[in-house]
């Protein structure tokens, strides 16, 4: 079966720091992996994605992530973070196939500070 | 162009009442998800569509149905409210092949 591990549920970082999240997965094929963001009172928006080639991806808003096979991680970076990034990011990992369906991790809450 | 549109936006139940919450895309994607997400927690896949009149369970079915006669909406139907279905619910399309879901703004849902 597969799974997602966000290890940290909060982090806070001031404004024009740099941001990583982590993220682990497991499962048993080419996984497609996905980091979707979610702000207050909102559904969620799809920031990238990756399912094949180029391991550094590249997304909306200033944010990239890498995959990292042999670590099993798609962790997502922002080299300078904004106020309006304070919000809560998931990452997903699905088959690919017919019906996507995605198996989310439990998120982690960005705070950022002044 | 709405997008992926829910409602209602708020709901209370009562234990053991009945309600449907609804969702309509306008994108004519083939694909349609409902998700739950409870307080502080990654969500979770309850049904899914590949299409009208294809529908199939998630990881979280019981205590759920649904049905998909028309590619633009896809109804979930709670029949015996319990508190164990307090959750956020989401409603998510995704054209076939493109792998990117897009998601409605939700529905809370309170049963007590």
């Known amino acids: 079966a597969q799974s997602v591990t966000q290890p940290d549920i909060h982090i806070t970082v001031s404004e024009g720091a740099s941001l990583e999240l982590r993220c682990n997965y497991s499962?048993?094929?080419?996984?497609?992996l996905f980091w979707y963001v979610q702000s207050p009172g909102q559904g969620l928006q799809l920031l990238l994605k990756?399912?094949?080639?180029?391991?550094l991806v590249q997304g909306i808003k200033g944010f990239e992530a890498e995959f990292k096979r042999s670590q099993s991680s798609f962790n997502l970076r922002k080299p300078s973070v904004h106020w309006s990034d304070a919000a809560e990011y998931f990452c997903?990992?699905?088959?690919?196939?017919?019906?996507?369906?995605?198996?989310f991790g439990g998120g982690t809450r960005v705070l950022v500070k002044p | 162009n709405a997008g992926v549109t829910q409602t209602p936006k708020f709901r209370i139940l009562k234990i053991g009442q009945s309600m449907t919450l609804q969702c309509t895309q306008d994108?004519?994607?083939?694909?349609m998800y409902w998700y739950r997400q409870d307080p502080g927690m990654g969500l979770k896949l309850i049904y899914y569509s590949v299409g009208a009149g294809i529908t199939d369970k998630g990881e979280v079915p019981n205590g759920y149905n649904v049905s998909r006669s028309t590619t633009e909406d896809f109804p979930l139907r709670l029949e015996l409210a319990a508190p164990s279905q307090t959750s956020v619910y989401f409603c998510?399309?995704?054209?076939?092949?493109?792998?990117?879901?897009?998601f409605g703004p939700g529905t809370r849902l309170t049963v007590t």
């Open positions: 990756y399912f094949s080639g180029d391991t």
């Open positions: 997903a990992v699905g088959a690919g196939a017919a019906g996507n369906k995605l198996t």
């Open positions: 499962y048993g094929a080419t996984p497609y």
């Open positions: 998510a399309t995704e054209a076939s092949g493109n792998y990117e879901q897009y």
């Open positions: 994108m004519n994607h083939n694909y």
